[in-house]
Each structure stands twice: as structure tokens, then as C-alpha cells.
């Protein structure tokens, strides 16, 4: 396993996930709403570090990025988490066939700030 980034540690050994615009707040021994982070006494820990579950070159122009050297290509990686791909490829969550998040949901955020 290995210590997750994009977090703080707040009050009470719980954490603030900021992966995503989900903005978790887990509590210790349990996960994100992700199912691949896990606050284990007061650290952030990813389960998914290193385990692909998709990998492709794609061209840019499928991409977001389209505008960023247009012709070119990108490689895309996937690894596991609560989506409705993961339910159909991995029914189970990465390191137990149990769930249970406690985790409670932020307004979701852009990049740019809070919609």
C-alpha cells in the first residue's frame, strides 16, 4: 500500500481527500467514496497505487486536450474506483469483498471553484 497524496489530515485522525471534486471526508478506517482510498488512523492510503485496470494510446484529439499538439497522441490510464465501469469490471472493492464508506460529499467543485 502506499501513502496517498492530495490530502490533509484534519481533526480526530480524519482526512480531506482533494483527488477529486468529491472533496471526501473519511473517517479513520474507512474509505473514500471511491472505494480506493482508505484513512487508516489518520493516513490516507491508496489501494489502487500501481494496478491498472486500462491502458491506451489514444489520439489527442479524444482527449480534453485537444487543443494541445493537435495530431499527436496520448497514453490513457484507468485503475479501479466506485464508476459504473468498475461495477462491471470489478464488482469488488481493491483489498476486500466488503464495502462501507463513511465518507461525506462537498458541494462538487470545478478546478476554477465551487459550482
Not at 61 to 84: D, Y
Amino acid at each position: 500500500m502506499q501513502e496517498a497524496r492530495f490530502y490533509e489530515k484534519v481533526e480526530d485522525q480524519k482526512v480531506h481527500c482533494h483527488l477529486c471534486a468529491h472533496e471526501c471526508k473519511i473517517d479513520p478506517g474507512k474509505r473514500g467514496l471511491c472505494h480506493v482510498r482508505e484513512n487508516q488512523e489518520g493516513t490516507l492510503f491508496t489501494l489502487a497505487y500501481g494496478r491498472l485496470v486500462a491502458q491506451n494510446v489514444d489520439p489527442i484529439e479524444k482527449k480534453p486536450l485537444f487543443h494541445f499538439l493537435p495530431g499527436t497522441r496520448s497514453f490513457s490510464v484507468a485503475t479501479s474506483c466506485a464508476s459504473t465501469a468498475r461495477t462491471t469490471i470489478f464488482p469488488s472493492t481493491p483489498g476486500s469483498t466488503t464495502g462501507g464508506s463513511s465518507a461525506k460529499i462537498a458541494p462538487r467543485r470545478r478546478w476554477w471553484g465551487t459550482l
